[in-house]
């Protein structure tokens, strides 16, 4: 098993910035991404951002230019610098990570509350 842990949301003014963070521990051997996705009030979860073992980032058409991921993969670490945020930016935020033994599955944190103020 997996645990994944994120941190650090909060209530921010638009135009503010937070930095999220997660850490996964347990089986982690042979994690090769880290992702986060959100989910706000009535919606449906959507990804943000992923990065990759291999060092490839991609980003939600939504965040580009404003969020940031990075991390190690290999300490099972990963952060997500916002920037500039919105009151559309208002969810809570999961970090997620892909189980390395069963292709199509993710270790889900439990989430945290990121609110953008206006």
């Known amino acids: 098993q997996v645990r994944v842990v994120e941190s650090g949301g909060g209530l921010v003014q638009a135009g503010g910035s937070l930095t999220l963070s997660c850490t996964a521990s347990?089986?982690?051997?042979?994690?090769?991404?880290m992702f986060w996705y959100r989910q706000a009030p009535g919606n449906s979860r959507e990804f943000v951002a992923q990065?990759?073992?291999?060092?490839?980032?991609s980003y939600a058409d939504s965040v580009k230019g404003r969020f940031t991921i990075s991390g190690d993969i290999a300490k099972n670490t990963a952060h997500l610098q916002m920037n500039n945020l919105k009151p559309e930016d208002t969810a809570v935020y999961f970090c997620?990570?892909?189980?390395?033994?069963?292709?199509?599955?993710?270790?889900w944190g439990q989430g945290t509350q990121v609110t953008v103020a206006s």
């Open positions: 997620a990570v892909p189980n390395p033994r069963r292709l199509g599955e993710n270790f």
């Open positions: 347990g089986s982690v051997f042979g994690i090769a991404a």
């Open positions: 990065i990759l073992s291999t060092g490839k980032i």
